[in-house]
Structure formats: C-alpha cells, structure tokens
C-alpha cells in the first residue's frame, strides 16, 4: 500500500474584504487584480467602456450586478480567483451595508484571512467594528486592517497611526486574531502591490506581499479526524461480493489504517481496515480528500453517522448552543421547528431560546429579543430530536458550524457556530 502525503490547498490563500459602505472595496480589489496582471485585456475593455471617468474605474471588476453599479454599492458577495508565481488566491469581496451583513457571514466563513478596509477620513466606525466582530465569531485565523484613501489625508502618519492603535485595541477586546495594519491608497495604487513612495515611513509589507506570505489553512495533523459518512458502497459483484465501504469527504484530521474508530452517534466501535482514494488502496488521508473507508466489523453505517477516532470523539448531544446569523427574511423565533443540518446528517429540532441578539449600532449584547430578524446575529439553545456529534466551532470550523433549514420548503434561515458545552458542575 502507498501513503498519499499531498496537503490540499497549501498554496491557496482564501481571502475576503469587509468595511463600510463607500471605504473603496471594490476598488482594493480592482487594482489588486489590475496591478497584478491578473486581469483580461476583454475585461479592461469592458470596465474601460462602463467607466464614467477617462481612467477606468476597477471598482466595476467586481460590482457586477446592474444593481450594484446604479446604486453604487456591494450586494452580492463577488468571488474572484487570481494567481502569483508565489500563489494562488480565493478572494470573495463582500458586501458593507448593515443590510447585507449576512452575505458577509457567507463570504467570510471559509476565509484564511480578511481585510477590513477603513476610511481614513472616517476612522472606524460601527460597520467596521461589526465586521470584526463577526470576524472573530467566525475565527478567521488572519486580519488585515487596510487604511484606504490616504491620498485625501497627505498621507500623513499621524492620522494612521491612531486609527491602526485603535483597531487593533477593538480587536483585542473581542477576542480575534492579531491584526496587520497597511495604509494604502486604493485609487492611486499605494501599498497595493507596489510601494508608496508618498509613505516612506511605513516600512511593512504591501497588501499582496502579506497575502503572499501570510500562513495558508491550517495543518489537518493538528485537528482531530472527522469523517461524515456520505455514502455506502456494496457492489456485490462477483469481483467484489462482500465488499462494504463508506464513501464521503474527510472534514478535519487525518484517518489511518489500523486507527481504532467510533460511529457516532451509535457509538459502535471497530478498526480501519481499508483506505481507497481515487481506485488506490492507501494507508492515510486527510482533510478534505474524498475516500471510502473500510471497517474491520460489518455494522449498521448510513449516511449522516460520523467516523472517529476513538480517542477524539466528540460527545453527542440534544441540547445545543450556539451562535446564528440569521440570513431569511423571516423570523427566527422561540418554539419554531427547524432542521439541522450538520455535516451529511439532518435531523428535526425546536427553538428552545434566544437568551441574546448582538445590537447593529453599538454591539451590545440585547438580552431575550424573542426573535431574530434578517442579518441578526445572536445566541440560540436548540433541542434536538436526535442526538448530534458536534466540535466546538473554536475546534473545528468544519464540524463545529450547521445550517438551520425550514422543514416545510426547504429555505436556509440561519448559520449556525456551535458553542462548547458548559462544564459539568
């Protein structure tokens, strides 16, 4: 047998933008893209023609929606994908109006990394502390804080140094990651990708030099295996009459032949005997490779159970806490039904609380709102009608988050963050 040892996407940095209404997003992006050769003569051509100023405007690289142009601003998340020879980037330009945070949470929840841009005439605002906020709700490992339109304030130090001592503080306070401070003029192409000259005394990277050399993902030897059972593979053929596999895409760790395994939320114990990736019997995979696993015991396996390592498995539960955005323009309320969606598995719930709500304006805690509306982020405790084996999302991004979904048609209305269990008393 062989050991594939590829390590998925560790030349692939995902990446979004996040700031205020009018901070010059779409325009980061655009020159991003413009001065690093990574756009098409056709699409110049175009922007160049949809352009009201002699120059063209790279905003309209990514306010591709008629809607977005007329208006002026992001709605949709814009999902752009370029390369260096250093390389490869994901990069997903997100909506700043408080209306769309939502389409933020979706673009921000598989990022490695997110710039929130401010404008240096404005500092920071409320907008941008709410999407660090969700930043770090959403434990993105990397931020860089990008202080855009320095070209309007002379480029002065003295007004980036405080902004940048202020973000960083806020950062700390809500708990997210260290922070990156860059000020840049996205218009002119200042600290882009190439150097100001007009900013001599900053002496960091330029935004693309930190993209290119900031950490990528994460290892998949440090997390904890998980593999969700998609599938159940059983030829019966004469070539293979007792062949039984599991079929599914291995969500964080690492699973090897010979590891002693659980099946939750049966809690079945058994060993892997078997490891086949793309027609090749192996001895290891990790995230997010697609394999089929085999087993030393023939047990009752379906799709939705989860494959673990023994000493790791997470404990199941009913009583779930965690924290949502709530993405549907309907009400998520106190008793509504539900379904879960984790990983391959779906199973029935009830809304047992929302004990708080994360005010827009001042990011307060609201205690008890009864409900929350479209953009809402707060607090829930759900009961399930079967028991489910979910991580902490502080452990796992990919274990620890779900979808809750209205049974009767099928709609997504919240993202789910799961929360770690109290402690026992």
């Not at 056709?42 to 008629?66: H, I, K, M, N, Y």
């Not at 660090?132 to 002379?154: E, F, Q, S, T, Y």
């Not at 600290?191 to 290892?219: K, Q």
Request: charged share 20%; proline share 6%.
């Amino acid at each position: 047998m062989s050991t594939v040892h590829t390590r998925p996407d560790v030349d692939t940095l995902r990446f979004a933008t996040a700031g205020s209404v009018d901070d010059g997003k779409s325009t980061l992006v655009g020159r991003l893209l413009y001065d690093s050769k990574s756009v098409l003569a056709d699409q110049l051509e175009a922007v160049t023609r949809a352009s009201r100023t002699a120059a063209p405007d790279l905003a309209l690289l990514t306010d591709g929606l008629r809607a977005e142009r007329e208006q002026g601003i992001t709605i949709d998340v814009a999902y752009r994908y370029f390369a260096t020879p250093r390389r490869r980037f994901i990069l997903a330009d997100t909506p700043g109006h408080v209306q769309y945070t939502r389409n933020m949470v979706t673009g921000t929840s598989t990022a490695d990394l997110v710039v929130v841009l401010v404008d240096a005439r404005k500092g920071v605002v409320a907008q941008t502390r709410r999407h660090l906020a969700i930043a770090a709700l959403l434990r993105v490992p990397h931020v860089v804080l990008a202080v855009n339109k320095m070209d309007l304030v002379g480029y002065a130090e003295a007004v980036f140094a405080p902004l940048a001592e202020e973000f960083t503080a806020y950062a700390r306070a809500s708990g997210g990651p260290r922070v990156n401070a860059v000020p840049i003029s996205a218009l002119e192409g200042d600290n882009i990708v190439r150097r100001s000259t007009a900013m001599d005394w900053y002496g960091g990277p330029t935004v693309l030099e930190h993209l290119e050399t900031v950490p990528a993902g994460h290892d998949p030897a440090q997390a904890q295996g998980r593999f969700p059972v998609q599938y159940v593979i059983r030829p019966r053929t004469a070539a293979h009459p007792d062949y039984r596999g599991y079929a599914g895409q291995i969500a964080a760790g690492v699973l090897r032949v010979g590891d002693a395994v659980t099946v939750l939320p049966s809690g079945r114990t058994s060993t892997v005997t078997g490891i086949d990736l793309l027609g090749t019997r192996v001895d290891e995979a990790r995230a997010p490779q697609s394999v089929t696993v085999l087993l030393a015991d023939d047990l009752d396996v379906a799709r939705g159970d989860l494959i673990v390592p023994s000493a790791s498995a997470p404990a199941t539960r009913r009583d779930v806490r965690a924290t949502v955005c709530h993405v549907a323009d309907t009400p998520l309320t106190v008793g509504r039904r539900v379904l879960v969606r984790h990983t391959t598995r779906t199973v029935l719930a009830r809304v047992e609380e929302i004990p708080s709500c994360l005010a827009p304006d001042d990011l307060s805690q609201r205690p008890d709102p009864g409900r929350l509306l479209a953009n809402d982020i707060g607090s829930v405790r759900l009961r399930t009608a079967e028991p489910l084996a979910l991580d902490a999302y502080a452990d796992s991004r990919r274990t620890g988050s779900f979808l809750l979904i209205d049974p009767a048609d099928g709609t997504t209305l919240a993202a789910g963050m799961a929360l770690a269990e109290p402690a026992a008393p």
